[in-house]
């Protein structure tokens, strides 16, 4: 199982984003707090988060990638084995 903080702030961006890209679209059911991702949940949001980056363009479109929830993301991401 996997796991992932957010804030409200996170899950604010997440929602202003919405469904532009992959990567904001796979998150936008969670919510504030601890959300537990079980193994089956965890792979759609890594190739959502890759299907981004296709063309060689730069991870989560729209977000900052010094901010908190890039950080968070990125510490996701690498989380999947």
Known sequence: MYAIHLTANDVDVISTVGYRYAWSDALSGLGPGWNDIEEHEAWPI????????????????????????????????????
């Open 46 to 81: 890594l190739f959502a988060l890759e299907k981004d980056m296709m063309g060689n363009h730069q991870p989560f479109p729209m977000l900052d990638l010094g901010s908190p929830l890039a950080g968070k993301l990125f510490e996701f991401w690498h989380s999947i084995v």
